[in-house]
């Protein structure tokens, strides 16, 4: 069981299912609304736990009404909370629209996530005992940094998922191991990615690709599903990965594409994110045996 130390953020997720998205100025109907605990950073640790990993969860909530849930839904995930501090104000909430077509746009505040600038000693601690680091970009990008870099002086594999995109300093690419980005933040970051010695990138409904060091490449297809909603299929996809990472590359994207996609079946970003026995039985039906 590989251990897996995340730092990143958690939000509510505001969800209103619509017919269509509206255009500017444009106000529809929608179809319904749900309250649903997500954020990168607690979905990733979610599906890495749900994948068989061992997992604690390094991130902030504010002193709101949302906090409690926020937390609730990792530990009831198995997740590790122990590191999980309230800081004053609100938590993190993203606000997202899903059409009927399973697409979405998402505008996310960070609250409490933008709060997290500085990792204490029980942080570190945690993050040196474990075999993959995971981070992503809802928390400050100096916090990240600092993560990384004690993550690779102990040894511990630091896997990035840049995203939301943006420019990122060298100094934090210089510590990367494991990328993980869809098709447009690897056109953006196509430089820096060049210097990581493993690029996972996702191709939505056609899979994801790899490549290693010294030219090393594959591609795992996409896996058939009937999409509701591909809120957090990405964070499903990650996590997968990151528990997996340690059995390979070829094994790792089989898990991650299979629950990638099997995470647009259902609505929401945590609810979504399969267990392991579900990916299991979708590999088993491929003729992938888990172990590709």
């Known amino acids: 069981m590989a251990r897996i130390a995340v730092v990143g953020s958690t939000n509510m997720d505001l ?54 849930a926020l937390r609730t839904v990792l530990r009831e995930s198995g997740v590790g909370v122990s590191r999980l501090r309230e800081v004053e104000g609100a938590s993190g909430i993203a606000t997202i629209v899903v059409d009927g077509a399973g697409e979405n746009t998402i505008i996310v505040v960070a609250g409490a996530n933008g709060r997290m600038t500085e990792l204490t000693a029980a942080d570190l601690d945690t993050i040196a005992a474990a075999d993959v680091l995971m ?27 840049p995203s939301p995109v943006q420019d990122l300093p060298a100094e934090i690419w210089a510590e990367v191991d494991v990328a993980v ?40 297809p996409g896996v058939r599903v009937a999409v509701v909603d591909t809120t957090g299929a990405g964070d499903a996809f990650t996590g997968a990965l990151a528990a997996h990472w340690h059995e390979g590359p070829a094994t790792a994207l089989a898990w991650a594409c299979t629950a990638g ?24 039906g491929s003729g992938r045996d888990s172990r590709v």
Do not use: W
Not at 271 to 283: D, G, H, M, N
């Open 15 to 68: 969800v209103t299912t619509v017919v269509r998205r509206p255009e500017a100025g444009e106000t529809v109907a929608g179809d319904g609304f749900a309250l649903v605990p997500g954020g990168k950073g607690s979905n990733q640790a979610i599906a890495a736990r749900r994948a068989g990993a061992e997992v604690e969860f390094v991130g902030a909530v504010g002193g709101d009404m949302f906090a409690e």
């Open 135 to 161: 981070c992503q970009l809802e928390i400050p990008v100096s916090t990240v940094l600092a993560a990384a870099r004690h993550a690779r002086a102990n040894n511990t594999v630091v896997l990035l998922n």
């Open 181 to 220: 980005v869809n098709e447009g933040e690897s056109a953006r970051l196509a430089s820096a990615l060049a210097a990581v010695p493993h690029v996972i990138t996702t191709l939505g409904a056609a899979g994801a690709s790899y490549r290693g060091p010294d030219g090393l490449a594959m591609t795992h």
């Open 261 to 284: 996609a099997l995470a647009t079946t259902k609505l929401g970003a945590s609810a979504s994110i399969p267990e392991s026995a579900e990916v299991e039985r979708v590999l088993a």
